[in-house]
């Protein structure tokens, strides 16, 4: 009932032990509190929480509009409902050093168990689109380690992000991974990568964790968990794909309700009212009522 019982200290400890292990953590995007509910009673080990849906959530295209603000606030709604570790994706930071430290600890006061910060320039752009840019190693490094110094925390997880690949190729995109990797980064997560190969390549050339980013329409085929996992991928993100499959449902549902004038033929793929009560626990809302205060009659005589 009501919010997650579990301390976000918790949830950081559990995410850093699942990843000494060796079974690879799956994260699905949460577009809202509820969707991350769906995710920890399927089964997943996290929840992810992407720019580019809380952009779009937003109404916005992702590049760079939304604030540490919305983006922290979002995620705080998020890690409450769940038990599960919630990472965040915190695009450049917000800014240079003295704003990145000052996400890392929003962040932390939110209740995440770790966010990742990219190597591009500000304003940033979706890693998967034409046209984007990165700073040279040394910025990259200091957002990095701004990040690292900001955390009070020892077990919050910082992720850096490298968008290299795209701009310089796969052999420039391995050296400003172990850059990243020098400057404290408990996890690399390497966008765009080509292939199975380059994310095999890039697991063995560090020393650190590796996260692939499964996004749909992108850069990378869509591999699954097994070709991920035998590749020596740790960490997997679906960031918009739940997004994807809300909007599209609900865009092919608009039309028939223009097309016929009712939902009736769409009743049978809607989440039932049951499943919805049982999902936000409303019988553990009526216990905890009812055990404060009997509302009954013969409870209440005197």
């Known amino acids: 009932m009501l919010y997650s019982s579990t301390t976000p200290s918790a949830k950081r400890r559990a995410f850093r032990l699942a990843?000494?292990?060796?079974?690879?953590?799956?994260?699905?995007?949460?577009?809202?509190?509820?969707?991350?509910?769906?995710?920890?009673?399927?089964?997943?080990?996290g929840v992810y929480v992407s720019g580019a849906v809380l952009s779009a959530d937003?109404?916005?295209?992702?590049i760079g509009l939304t604030t540490l603000t919305e983006v922290a606030g979002r995620s705080a709604q998020i890690a409450r409902v769940s038990d599960l570790p919630v990472l965040v994706d915190?695009?450049?930071?917000?800014?240079?050093?003295?704003?990145?430290?000052?996400?890392?600890?929003?962040?932390?006061?939110?209740?995440?168990?770790?966010l990742h910060v990219e190597?591009?320039?500000?304003?940033?752009?979706?890693?998967h689109l034409e046209g984007k840019q990165v700073v040279d190693e040394r910025t990259a490094v200091r957002r990095v380690r701004a990040t690292v110094d900001a955390r009070r925390d020892g077990d919050f997880l910082v992720v850096a992000r490298t968008d290299v690949r795209g701009v310089e190729g796969f052999d420039a995109s391995v050296r400003r991974a172990k850059a990243l990797v020098d400057a404290g980064a408990d996890v690399v997560f390497p966008e765009a990568m080509a292939d199975l190969a380059e994310f095999e390549a890039m697991c063995s050339a560090l020393d650190v964790p590796?996260?692939?980013?499964?996004?749909?329409?992108?850069?990378?085929d869509l591999f699954t968990h097994a070709q991920l996992r035998d590749a020596g991928v740790r960490i997997v993100i679906h960031p918009v794909s739940l997004l994807r499959l809300a909007m599209g449902a609900a865009d092919r549902a608009l039309d028939e309700l223009t097309g016929t004038g009712t939902l009736d033929g769409k009743v049978a793929q809607m989440q039932t009212r049951a499943e919805l009560y049982d999902l936000v626990d409303y019988a553990g809302y009526g216990d905890f009522d009812s055990g404060i205060y009997d509302f009954s009659l013969e409870g209440n005589r005197g």
């Open 19 to 45: 990843l000494a292990g060796t079974e690879l953590l799956r994260f699905p995007g949460a577009f809202n509190p509820l969707s991350a509910k769906l995710i920890e009673r399927k089964g997943f080990e």
């Open 58 to 62: 937003l109404g916005l295209p992702d």
């Open 90 to 114: 915190a695009d450049t930071g917000f800014g240079e050093p003295l704003n990145v430290a000052r996400t890392v600890q929003a962040m932390e006061d939110a209740g995440v168990a770790g």
């Open 119 to 127: 190597d591009q320039v500000n304003p940033k752009r979706c890693g």
């Open 210 to 220: 590796v996260l692939a980013n499964m996004t749909e329409f992108g850069r990378s």
